[in-house]
């Protein structure tokens, strides 16, 4: 038999995974009606062809600013074709587009004019989306909505010279989402001056709002009768102290399902959503170090290292050790310590000051906080 047909026909406790993929937009979302309805607010001006205000979203991973976004793109855009109207948002995820360039030429593909993602000047690309904006032959004017989904990362890693462009062409809103607060620190004062945004707020969820959206996506996805007895209110607990996470409130609970499948369980209970849990931070820390800079794999090999030979990792020990892993293309005792404070603040490592006593000063201890053959098992690929 062919190995996918054989899996394909093998007995799961599942109807359907895609109602808990967090990309799915449901017909409803639970405890955001307010969130939407402050978008819809501002991007109604656009059915009267009027340039809606630049908004931005805010909130931790899994508050459902996406997916309110998406929610009320879908919306907007079923009543201007409704209307006739030439209305169009585009969205744009910029760990995927992340500089100016890329997100400019991606909009204007999107908009029917075909630009190359390299090879043109930027004032080239730019003229181009701005040509998109004469009038058409029915003498109306295109309104663009442009959605700019965890926008810290083109800032961070191009600047702000993309806000400026939009925010000074005529008929373009921007909307930009971000799980954090300071993400304007990267935003110069004038351009600043000219997104005179509109902020929405999402708060995390709290374990009962959790429960509510696990419940509606496990009828649509389970088999009836196969999540015991406490197992969404279990999700949602584990859920709501990862910051009110609903993308890990699903992810716990299709993962659940799934290893319940492994074993040919015939329902889901707290055991597999323990070893759900397990399993979701070991991939988690994995991926974290796989894709860390090079640099930063080698301190954290160094820690491990250390960590393995049952020494107390100081500062100086760990740069001697650092030096002798990097060898020439060591960085400076300076370089490293921002190392250490990022790995810290992705939970691979903590630091703690001790006092030695008087006239020995205080010194930094570094422990590893995540498993040793988790980081020879990410680090065995790197070059």
């Given amino acids: 038999m062919n190995i996918f047909q054989k899996l394909d026909e093998k007995e799961t406790i599942f109807k359907t995974k895609e109602y808990l993929d967090h990309r799915f937009i449901p017909e409803t979302l639970p405890h955001r009606n307010e969130q939407i309805e402050s978008i819809a607010k501002y991007w109604v001006e656009a059915l009267n062809n009027i340039t809606p205000p630049d908004i931005t979203l805010y909130g931790k991973t899994g508050t459902g600013k996406t997916s309110a976004t998406l929610y009320a793109k879908k919306q907007l855009e079923e009543i201007a074709s409704e209307r006739n109207l030439n209305i169009r948002i585009e969205y744009l995820r910029c760990t995927d587009f992340n500089t100016e360039y890329q997100i400019l030429a991606q909009l204007c593909q999107k908009l029917g004019k075909p630009v190359p993602f390299r090879g043109w000047t930027k004032a080239e690309v730019v003229n181009t989306f701005r040509s998109l904006f004469t009038k058409n032959v029915l003498g109306k004017d295109m309104i663009l909505i442009v959605i700019l989904d965890e926008i810290d990362v083109v800032l961070k890693n191009d600047g702000d010279s993309i806000l400026y462009t939009l925010t000074r062409t005529d008929n373009v809103a921007i909307t930009s989402i971000s799980n954090y607060v300071d993400f304007k620190k990267f935003i110069k004062p004038k351009v600043k001056s000219s997104l005179r945004d509109r902020e929405i707020v999402f708060p995390p969820y709290n ?140 939970g691979l490592i903590s630091t703690n000051t001790i006092s030695r006593g008087r006239g020995r000063g205080r010194t930094n201890i570094i422990t590893l906080q995540c498993d040793t053959d988790l980081i020879d098992k990410a680090l065995q690929f790197k070059t």
């Fill in 207 to 346: 374990a009962a709002q959790l429960q509510d959206i696990l419940k509606e996506r496990s009828q649509l996805s389970f088999k009836e009768g196969v999540i015991s007895s406490g197992v969404l209110s279990y999700c949602a607990a584990l859920a709501a102290k990862e910051e009110g996470d609903a993308r890990y409130a699903l992810d716990l609970l299709k993962t659940s399902g799934e290893i319940a499948d492994e074993i040919g369980a015939s329902e889901v209970n707290r055991n597999f959503v323990e070893e759900a849990k397990d399993r979701i931070e070991h991939n988690k820390i994995y991926d974290v170090i796989v894709t860390l800079p090079i640099q930063q794999q080698r301190v954290l090999e160094t820690i491990k290292d250390l960590t393995e030979k049952k020494k107390e990792i100081t500062s100086g020990k760990l740069y001697e050790s650092y030096q002798k892993l990097a060898k020439s293309d060591a960085v400076s005792y300076r370089r490293l310590f921002d190392f250490v404070n990022e790995l810290e603040m992705l």
